[in-house]
């Protein structure tokens, strides 16, 4: 049995700047997407996200965790009651989840799409 480990100390991200494919809903948001390491079917990917202030709808189609180092932010499912978000929460977001994603004060997180 082979055992793979991927170390990604020395890693060289990719920078991707404003690849988000929601749709801006207000303000005027930009983000940087530093991925440090995508799976070689590309259907897993990791890094650090940044993101500015301003609210998207989302709607996810894949399973994502996130670990958030900066910021304060808002998801508020369709017909559902805000989740409120800061600095130090770790959570994960199921596929199907479909709403709004606003980003109050700068956000940076740790984030891992599978």
């Not at 997407?33 to 996810?60: F, H, Q, R």
């Not at 900066?70 to 369709?78: N, Q, R």
């Not at 199921?94 to 599978?114: L, Q």
Request: glycine fraction near 8%.
């Amino acid at each position: 049995m082979s055992i793979k480990v991927k170390a990604l100390r020395d890693a060289q991200p990719e920078v991707l700047l404003d690849a988000t494919p929601w749709e801006k809903l207000s303000g005027d948001p930009h983000t940087v997407n530093l991925n440090a390491y995508t799976s070689e079917d590309g259907s897993k990917i990791m890094g650090t996200w940044i993101c500015t202030p301003g609210k998207w709808a989302v709607d996810y189609n894949k399973w994502e965790y996130c670990d958030f180092r900066e910021g304060y932010c808002i998801l508020t499912p369709d017909g559902g009651e805000p989740i409120h978000l800061k600095a130090g929460d770790i959570f994960v977001v199921e596929p199907g989840f479909k709403g709004t994603w606003e980003v109050v004060e700068t956000v940076r997180k740790y984030f891992v799409f599978a």
